[in-house]
């Protein structure tokens, strides 16, 4: 990361970049890390984490409703999945 020599403290913000599978959000984020200055935090990829984790990946419609919650809470804090009324378990059943 590039150090723009800014040393005052900044509000915090939130991006959230979302794509299909191979859209390129990695790419993105590399080149984030890369090129923005240092008051800039990447966090890692929810998906990334999940299946690097041995999530298992499968076709079925069950299956991919699962890998999809069990992303959603990875992403999620817990004050928005409240809000947005999700269980708090990590239940990868129906």
């Known amino acids: 990361?590039?150090?723009?020599?800014?040393?005052?403290?900044?509000?915090?913000?939130?991006?959230?970049?979302?794509?299909?599978?191979?859209a390129?959000?990695?790419?993105?984020?590399?080149?984030?890390?890369?090129?923005?200055?240092?008051?800039?935090r990447v966090l890692p990829e929810a998906a990334g984490i999940l299946f690097g984790g041995g999530f298992p990946r499968?076709?079925?419609?069950?299956a991919r409703r699962a890998a999809q919650r069990a992303i959603l809470r990875g992403e999620l804090p817990a004050c928005c999945r409240r809000h947005l009324?999700?269980?708090?378990a990590a239940s990868t059943a129906g």
């Open 58 to 62: 499968s076709d079925g419609l069950d």
């Open 85 to 88: 009324a999700l269980p708090e």
């Open 1 to 22: 990361m590039i150090d723009c020599g800014c040393r005052e403290r900044h509000e915090a913000r939130r991006i959230v970049l979302t794509g299909g599978p191979g």
């Open 24 to 40: 390129g959000k990695t790419a993105v984020l590399a080149l984030v890390k890369q090129s923005l200055c240092q008051h800039l």
